[in-house]
């Protein structure tokens, strides 16, 4: 067990809805790191945050959003879904924003299905 | 550009028998390089990590790899597989700045035989 909850587990909706993913990351850790996952494009960073503000951006699109909120529970909003954002996102976390001493601890994942 | 190949999709072996996962990268500056296993419904966990010095770095389960910057590879070995080494394997370059802004490979689905 990493420590870092991810909810829900699987979610099915259907084009042009608007979804939800929360993370919770391990206790002490103040990075959050969100990841698509899917089979054509593999393990894909989309965004992070440290300590409530956003740290580093990858291929998120626009229709994507996340935040973090005080007590470091972050969520990831999907919007205007498409089919091809049907993927396994993944969150993981750390205690540091930058440097790479101490290790990303990943959730289990959200399987999303868009329909 | 930056990235990351895995060459082999799939690769089975015999269980006892030795392993070598390939990995190759691209990245312009001096990289960080990891590796991970995800096993089936769960999420990435490191095996190892190297960042400088000795070239061949030790990791969990057994699990070893050897940075040739020459080759500009990261290749994963175990001497010895056990059958809860089944799983995926992925390679990942980073740089000294966002954590885990990761570029990863495709990754190599390992199947054991008993």
């Known amino acids: 067990d990493s420590g870092v909850t991810q909810t829900p587990k699987h979610l099915i909706t259907a084009t042009g809805q608007r979804v939800t993913l929360r993370c919770s990351p391990r206790s002490g850790d103040l990075s959050v790191y969100w990841y698509q996952q899917s089979l054509d494009q593999g393990l894909q960073f989309l965004i992070q945050y440290y300590n409530g503000e956003e740290r580093a951006k990858g291929n998120i699109l626009e229709r994507f959003s996340a935040q973090q909120f005080p007590d470091l529970h972050s969520e990831l909003n999907l919007s205007s879904l498409e089919l091809g954002d049907s993927a396994l996102y993944f969150c993981a976390s750390s205690v540091e924003d930058r440097g790479h001493n101490s290790p990303l601890h990943f959730g289990n994942g959200t399987r999303l299905t868009v329909t | 550009a930056q990235s990351v190949t895995q060459p082999d999709i799939h690769i089975t072996v015999s269980e006892g028998a030795s392993l070598e996962l390939r990995c190759n990268y691209s990245y312009g500056a001096t990289p960080y390089l990891f590796w991970y296993v995800q096993s089936p419904g769960q999420g990435l966990q490191l095996l190892l990590k190297y960042f400088s010095g000795d070239t061949l770095v030790q990791g969990i389960k057994g699990f070893e790899a050897e940075f040739k910057r020459s080759q500009s590879s990261f290749n994963l070995r175990k001497p010895s597989v056990h059958w809860s080494d089944a799983a995926e394997y992925f390679c990942?370059?980073?740089?000294?700045?966002?954590?885990?802004?990761?570029?990863f490979g495709k990754g190599t689905k390992l199947s054991v035989k008993p």
């Open positions: 990942a370059v980073g740089g000294r700045g966002s954590q885990g802004n990761l570029i």
